[in-house]
């Protein structure tokens, strides 16, 4: 699992390169939409669903000033481990925070988003959520 996060973190990084290439003069919740309909992201995108394989299912959707990645696993997690994958995501993303707020920050200087916010979720395969967690940009 903090392979699999350490993954997301490495192509999320690699994508909020491409933040300056979002139009100038579009409203912050239309430069964001820009942004992840541009090829460079839907190409990072490819990218990582390719590294979850079989695993994990990736989508992207943008909220107002909201980047929001949607992890959904192809296999429903039963109950029994439901908790320690709870767990487990916790600690891996409490770790990962000072990357998180600095892809908000590039949101906030590169593409004009004032607030921004950067939202993981983690959905089991029958679409009920299992993590969630938000970043602000600090800067």
Do not use: H, R, W
Not at 19 to 46: H, R, V
Not at 62 to 67: A, R, V
Request: net charge negative; proline share 2%.
């Amino acid at each position: 699992m903090k392979k699999l996060a350490m993954s997301v973190v490495a192509v999320i990084a690699a994508i909020t390169i491409v933040f300056g290439m979002t139009a100038c003069f579009a409203s912050p919740e239309q430069k964001l939409k820009n942004y992840i309909e541009s090829e460079d992201f839907q190409e990072q995108l490819d990218s990582m669903k390719t590294s979850f394989g079989s695993m994990i299912d990736v989508d992207v959707e943008s909220d107002e000033n909201k980047l929001v990645y949607i992890f959904t696993y192809k296999t429903q997690i039963d109950d029994e481990n439901l908790d320690a994958v709870k767990e487990q995501l916790e600690t891996s993303f409490n770790s990962l925070s000072s990357t998180y707020e600095g892809i908000a920050n590039s949101m906030k200087k590169d593409v004009g988003i004032p607030d921004p916010v950067v939202v993981i979720k983690y959905n089991n395969a029958d679409g009920t959520e299992i993590f969630s967690t938000e970043y602000n940009a600090t800067e």
